[in-house]
């Protein structure tokens, strides 16, 4: 599917006003006509021109709510002009959408509300549990938050595209079910229709000739050069979010107005969401990231489904990928490369790190920081590297950067901790010995003063002040490829399992098929979502 972007409002009136069509109802058969999803059925609108990020788009005003896709209603600040920042657009991702973590919901979680006058509320109930039992989503009754949904009762069927800030609604229709208030949900998470990813002409032919003029822009595509976003891999004939080949904005209704390449049609779904839906949204959410068989993963730690980002890190990777707000940082051969996470695109910063433990980070500012051979490097933003003090840092088992330290256990077995407030040289306490055979080194919380530590089959909890080692749990931890932890919990591949696992050091499996798991990281700082 497509997500989320922005629009440049123009007021400029094309032609004369128009009727739209009714509220949506669900089919199972090709060749029946399916009702597209309206948020005003039956009224007129007036047809306008804006700019999605310099490219021109149609949307209709209707009663003063500026209508895009029939559905999505797009609110005042939509309508701004909003500065792309995405880098070049060579990313890879399944499904479509906009990598504006500005537009996404904050730390996974949706609170809402329910309009006391709404009929059938389990359709409601039944689509969140649908949504939270597929996706790292969350969606809590909301008390005092101020970004939240109310789902309340009207003629049509529409959302709000994404996050907006304050009260937003899904407004729900009697002909709306369950189906399509999965469907208006995932335009509040910031879903746009399938048919309008760039590469949709590659799958589909849309018939033009069979498709009422006044609505050809429900048809409309957008060009990644001007819309950074979700827009690779698989056309999704499945997606909640895609159109029926036959609707009521054909001509003649007994022809399709899009169909597949070979000229065959599809079922439209309005069931549930599908794969390539599920692994869009688990690109866009989640906050687990693993190399793994030349691939970066995201994961949602939820249950341990994942989606592909990007399948280009074959060879050597480093242990340890850093994370940089929307950015993660990671070593791929002799490369440094800044991934988005958000949109799957990523850009080389220098070469010549050969062998290097990892980068981790951000701490002290804007820097990262990287082991390679003897030296500790700072790294900044531009990817330039600075050696840390003169010490011999010999070849480190590994690294990790938390509050204003970096953590490192050298090839000596001394764990030892860089205190980066102290200017040059860089005070260094040593934390103690005996640190052989290390496996991995991660924290689970931001303001934990503990770091966890697997070393042969144990994992430790280290106090890092005084070096004080802890065993926890049970020595179960041979085979260890990766650690990495957030919330209050760690995620650690071994014996090629995905575990979670607690402070306590009870785990839960979230599935097999890790073995040869590379690196491991995570986004720590979901607030800014």
Not at 166 to 174: D, H, P, S, W, Y
Not at 443 to 465: F, K, T, W
Request: glycine fraction near 10%; proline fraction near 3%.
């Amino acid at each position: 599917m497509f997500i989320l972007f922005c629009l440049n409002a123009c007021d400029k009136q094309l032609d004369e006003s128009h009727n739209v069509h009714p509220a949506a109802i669900t089919t199972s058969d090709s060749s029946s006509v399916f009702i597209i999803e309206q948020a005003f059925p039956g009224q007129t609108g007036i047809p306008k021109k804006g700019e999605l990020f310099g490219q021109t788009i149609s949307y209709k005003d209707i009663n003063g709510e500026a209508v895009f896709q029939g559905d999505i209603l797009l609110s005042p600040e939509q309508l701004a002009v909003i500065t792309d920042s995405a880098g070049s657009a060579n990313g890879r991702i399944s499904g479509a959408g906009l990598a504006d973590k500005f537009k996404r919901w904050r730390s996974f979680i949706i609170p809402y509300t329910i309009d006391p006058a709404l009929p059938n509320k389990a359709r409601v109930t039944d689509a969140i549990a649908h949504w939270e039992s597929k996706t790292p989503l969350r969606f809590v009754m909301r008390t005092s938050q101020s970004d939240y949904i109310t789902f309340r009762p009207s003629s049509g069927c529409s959302s709000k595209l994404g996050r907006i800030g304050g009260q937003q609604f899904i407004n729900l229709g009697t002909g709306c079910n369950t189906g399509t208030a999965i469907h208006e949900i995932g335009h509040a998470v910031g879903l746009l229709h399938e048919q309008a990813r760039t590469n949709r002409d590659s799958h589909i032919s849309v018939k033009y000739d069979n498709i009422l003029q006044t609505e050809w822009d429900q048809f409309d595509k957008y060009q990644l050069s001007t819309t950074p976003g979700f827009d690779f891999r698989e056309f999704d004939f499945n997606s909640i979010m895609l159109y029926a080949p036959f609707n009521t904005y054909a001509i003649n209704q007994s022809k399709p107005t899009m169909t597949r390449k070979d000229g065959s049609t599809w079922t439209p779904n309005r069931s549930s969401l599908s794969a390539g839906d599920i692994k869009t949204v688990t690109s866009m959410y989640a906050n687990l990231y693993i190399i793994w068989n030349k691939y970066l993963y995201a994961v949602n730690v939820k249950d341990g489904s994942y989606a592909a980002i990007d399948n280009t890190w074959s060879g050597f990777n480093a242990k340890f990928i850093a994370e940089d707000d929307a950015y993660l940082w990671a070593i791929n051969g002799e490369t440094l490369w800044r991934v988005d996470r958000l949109s799957g695109k990523f850009k080389s910063f220098g070469s010549g790190w050969s062998g290097a433990m990892g980068v981790t980070g951000i701490v002290n500012g804007n820097t990262r920081w990287a082991i390679q051979g003897t030296n500790l490097y700072a790294i900044n933003a531009q990817g330039q590297r600075f050696k840390v003090t003169n010490r011999n840092w010999n070849s480190a088992q590994a690294i990790l950067a938390h509050k204003d330290y970096v953590f490192v256990v050298r090839s000596d077995n001394r764990l030892v901790r860089v205190d980066l407030n102290t200017p040059e040289p860089k005070v260094v306490r040593d934390l103690g010995g005996g640190w052989s055979n290390v496996k991995a080194i991660a924290v689970s919380r931001a303001s934990s003063n503990e770091v966890y530590i697997i070393r042969g089959s144990s994992l430790y909890r280290v106090n890092i002040d005084t070096g004080n080692a802890v065993v926890v749990g049970l020595s179960q931890w041979a085979g260890t490829e990766g650690m990495a932890g957030i919330d209050g919990k760690l995620y650690i591949v071994a014996g090629g399992i995905l575990w979670e696992v607690d402070e306590n050091g009870n785990r839960r499996s979230l599935g097999g098929g890790w073995s040869g798991t590379q690196s491991m990281g995570v986004v720590r700082n979901a607030n800014v979502l």
